[in-house]
């Protein structure tokens, strides 16, 4: 062997040594970290269970869920065992579809993991001599430079591959890039038609008010009233309509009704100062009564139950009246102390009045209806048909429940919202370019040339310290790519909102299509590009050569893949095994629970704290699909094994926390009936391409031309497939086809009628429920009852509602 031979192999050997050393202790830390964290929640959940039983304590569509056992680990059994069926019943669609993501995942992983062990890696490793741990992206350049290495680079011309002298081994890629699309593809027609048989099923047999009422857009200004719409709609023959809800120009009563609420905020305050307010002293007398009523001392912890809150009461005292002082005259020179309670009593008295006289008033009606027909089925037809032959003119669509609608919203203009929508594009636009500019240290920090560059002094410390060197190259940089896809979620949260749509559900749709676009786009192509260069400059230079060689496209794929699957190999080590668990403690919940103790004043305000922490799917989901995509890309490639195994493991542990969440500890809106599950598959297909795509370039790099060029049917089949998934199964996931309706075709499914599950009242949010009118769509500014005092004056017995 040759002196330069012999130097490759050394570098090769160090270079794989100091990757396996960074998985091991990405590993140990990870399970350190994530295991301290499952044992804490098995401590304190029977002790917690106002926070961690929060659902199945205060929802009735967890009421008919087993009990969980009180010891350490008795609980996971039982959950285990909960079915699929069960689950339905007691979360709904949503979950349902949720959680059958990560069934498909496991399903897909372990089939990818076994023929990666069995075949893939043994192949690799006779012909290319590949160990079992893939190379470490330490430099910026590539090490591997004999034949034998993994990727064959050119070290006289970096930016051409080397075509091997036995290169049959690579149709087994070829073969398998075949294969696992197809067993992709499979599974998710499989699963798809599982669930649309479940949601037609479920479906098709209620009759609430929800599933017979469309929600009809782009009304004509000669139709805005509620007989006339009636008149168009029976006029087309499809049914009779039981009642239209006409939206108007409500602004100005929202807007009192949200000042009002503030004075009775203010209202309270002021008699909770005055009556004196003993934290200490009711907690203790709530919670001993609490033991003497039902013997239940397990909340023991710092946590308040429900009860507990409902239960606050200011104790009278003698002391003087709270005071506010009031500004008059010009520029406000003057003021005047005033009784706090008297005024805010006399101005809550003046918004009533303001408030049931803007209930009788007319205003202004909208282009948007909301129109209850007799019948499912006519209204089904309704949706499914075109109604007017003008663009844009009487689009008919599916309402939300009326809970889920967001009122405020109603009366926005068409214009108005193209403008919101459009504002808030061009804002993600420009967020986009800065992430970028975020993401390009964090890439940097994968590599000890650039270390070297920005800071000389550490870079010599970390080649001394080969532990804390990948502390540095490992668990930094994925730690900062969690904490900032878990940090960035909750400003998209906040545009999707800013966006002026009429659901909640819509909203949510919303969120995961930004938040998936940021994890995508951020955090897996640009730092892909930036992790393949050591630099800005380097940067441009590759994509020089790319846009002047259309071979450097293939180049640049490969060697981006090559240098960061020990990065996402970390990253799903850390995802899985080190900050899943942290999900089941609700860090975030129990961090913020004593500010808001200490900034809880009446009792309305610890009623509020004992409420169930919302499960978002647009703060979950998107993360987890980008796991998924990484999985499929590397899938086939030499490290895919490592990749496959921890991503089978984070899928495992992933869906059956989040079905503890779903099920016990979380409240989750029941809005969109499963309708995140074609966006899920719109993903999945995406990985897919892009699998494909890297695989062509990986195959074209190594010199296997024809074996590269044997993958562009693949390519074909699977664009024509998203078509024909988009025409043949996402109609019946937006739709209830007519031959479902009524007819109770799968027995061995729950009904509704055996489900608390109500899509109408979800989370508790009822909207007129008069005895002789029932649910319907209305504002409920226009119909509830108006909010009364939480606070038990002096001679009156005055107690909180049930509902926060």
């Known amino acids: 062997m040759s002196l330069n031979a012999s130097k490759d192999v050394s570098w090769n050997d160090q270079f794989r040594s100091t990757n396996q050393r960074n998985i091991k202790v990405q590993v140990v830390i990870s399970v350190v970290f994530g295991l301290s964290a499952f044992l804490s929640f098995c401590v304190l959940r029977p002790k917690w269970t106002s926070l961690y039983h929060a659902r199945k304590k205060q929802s009735d569509a967890a009421s008919r869920l087993p009990e969980l056992p009180k010891t350490l680990f008795g609980w996971i059994p039982v959950l285990y065992k909960i079915s699929q069926e069960e689950v339905l019943v007691s979360a709904g669609l949503d979950a349902y579809a949720f959680l059958a993501f990560f069934r498909y995942a496991i399903k897909y992983l372990s089939i990818t993991l076994f023929f990666s062990l069995t075949i893939i890696l043994p192949v690799n490793y006779k012909f290319t001599g590949q160990p079992l741990f893939p190379n470490s992206p330490v430099n910026g350049t590539d090490p591997d430079h004999d034949h034998n290495s993994t990727f064959a680079f050119d070290p006289n011309n970096p930016k051409k591959g080397v075509i091997e002298k036995d290169n049959s081994y690579l149709w087994m890629y070829t073969v398998f890039v075949y294969f696992f699309t197809f067993v992709a593809l499979y599974l998710l027609t499989q699963e798809t038609k599982n669930i649309i048989r479940v949601r037609q099923a479920y479906l098709g047999t209620q009759a609430t008010i929800t599933d017979r009422t469309l929600r009809l857009s782009g009304i004509p200004a000669d139709l805005r009233s509620e007989d006339a719409i009636k008149d168009f709609i029976e006029g087309l023959g499809i049914g009779k309509v039981d009642s239209v809800m006409l939206c108007r120009n409500w602004q100005t009563l929202d807007n009192l009704m949200s000042k009002r609420m503030a004075c009775l905020r203010k209202l309270e305050e002021s008699w909770t100062v005055y009556l004196g307010h003993h934290h200490s002293l009711r907690h203790s007398r709530a919670r001993q009564r609490q033991r003497d009523q039902i013997g239940d001392v397990e909340e023991n912890g710092a946590l308040l139950s429900r009860s507990e809150m409902e239960q606050a009461h200011a104790m009278p005292a003698d002391r003087p009246r709270p005071t506010i002082k009031l500004r008059y005259g010009l ?298 995509i990484i999985c499929i890309v590397y899938s086939v490639l030499p490290s895919s094994w490592l990749i496959t195994l921890f991503g089978l493991v984070y899928f495992c542990i992933g869906g059956f926390i989040h079905k503890y969440q779903l099920l016990y500890a979380m409240e989750h809106r029941q809005h969109s009936t499963g309708q995140a599950w074609p966006m899920i598959c719109n993903r999945i297909i995406t990985g897919l391409i892009l699998f494909q795509l890297a695989m062509t370039a990986t195959l074209a790099l190594r010199g296997a031309l024809t074996a590269s060029l044997f993958l562009a049917p693949v390519l074909f089949i699977t664009i024509w497939y998203t078509a024909y998934f988009q025409r043949t199964y996402v109609p019946l996931m937006k739709f209830i086809a007519l031959r479902s309706i009524d007819r109770q075709s799968f027995p061995e499914l729950p009904t509704p009628s055996e489900s608390p599950w109500d899509r109408d009242t979800d989370y508790g949010r009822t909207v007129d429920t008069d005895p002789q009118t029932g649910l319907r769509y209305i504002n409920p500014n226009l119909v509830q009852p108006l909010e009364t005092l939480w606070i038990r004056k002096p001679g009156h017995g005055v107690r909180p509602p049930d509902q926060a």
């Open 331 to 628: 520029f406000n020179m003057y003021s005047k102390k005033i009784d706090a309670i008297d005024y805010y009593e006399e101005k809550l008295r003046m918004l009533d009045e303001r408030v049931h006289a803007l209930r009788t008033a007319e205003f202004k009606p909208t282009p948007l209806a909301f129109v209850t027909m007799e019948s499912t089925a006519a209204c089904q037809m309704a949706i499914q048909a075109i109604l007017d032959p003008k663009p844009g003119q009487l689009l008919a669509s599916s309402a939300p429940p009326p809970a889920d609608v967001v009122w405020k919203n109603t009366y926005l203009s068409r214009n108005h919202r193209i403008m919101r929508s459009w504002s808030i594009m061009i804002l993600i636009g420009i967020l986009t370019i800065f992430w970028a500019a975020v993401v390009a240290p964090l890439a940097g920090l994968l590599s000890i040339e650039v270390i070297d560059k920005v800071l000389p002094g550490l870079a010599a410390a970390l080649e001394e310290h080969e532990i804390v060197r990948s502390l540095v190259q490992t668990g930094l940089p994925t730690l900062l790519f969690s904490l900032l896809a878990l940090a960035v979620p909750y400003l998209y949260d906040w545009l999707a909102n800013q966006q002026g749509m009429t659901s909640q559900g819509d909203v949510e749709l919303s969120i995961i299509s930004k938040n998936f676009f940021f994890t995508f786009f951020n955090l897996f192509i640009v730092f892909t590009i930036w992790g393949s260069a050591t630099n800005f400059y380097e940067f441009w230079q590759d994509l020089r050569d790319i846009l002047r060689n259309t071979a450097g496209i293939a180049y640049a794929i490969a060697k981006a893949l090559e240098q960061l699957s020990p990065f996402y190999v970390n990253l799903i080590i850390l995802q899985g095994l080190g900050l899943f668990p942290f999900r089941l403690l609700e860090v975030g919940s129990v961090a913020l629970y004593p500010f808001y103790l200490i900034g809880a004043k009446t009792p309305r305000d610890y009623a509020e704290l004992a409420k169930p922490p919302i499960f978002s799917y647009g703060f979950y989901l998107p993360q987890t699909m980008l796991i998924f």
